[in-house]
């Protein structure tokens, strides 16, 4: 008897206020019995929507929840497995720190550099698209 395939992989949803009152989680979890951790989540009532979480679960229900979210207007980016800082580029400017929203990266203020604390780090990867010198890197979890 062969198993199903298991497969996870951490992703970014963004929402609309229109969804944002919508039972999105319990619907993934229970029509397509997935398993879900929420790892970072910003949502208002009325608002839009962010959430990173790592999704869980038999690949083709993988596929079929992540189709679900789409066709209800949820949009869906791959999130990094990790980050690095590549020291030799990065001229400690600060510009990082404005979107990092975890304090994964903040300046110290005692030498006026920027600090990388990794364990902090959801690698929602922010950080990548707005450092001037690309200092921060991207490990991708792959695509489905």
Known sequence: MQTAEEFSKIISLHFSPEVVRKPMMYNLAKKFDLTFNI???????????HMILELSGDLEDYKKGVSYLQEHG?????????????????????????????????????????????DK???????TRICPVGAMQVESNGDF
């Open 121 to 127: 780090c959801t690698a929602c990867s922010n950080c």
């Open 74 to 118: 949820i949009s869906i980016r791959d999130v990094a497995q990790s980050m690095t800082r590549d020291e030799s580029l990065c001229t400690h400017c600060g510009v990082c720190t404005a979107l990092c929203f975890n304090r994964a990266l903040r300046l110290d203020k005692a030498t006026r550099k920027i600090l990388f604390d990794e």
């Open 39 to 49: 790892l970072k989540a910003k949502i208002s009532p009325r608002e839009e929507g």
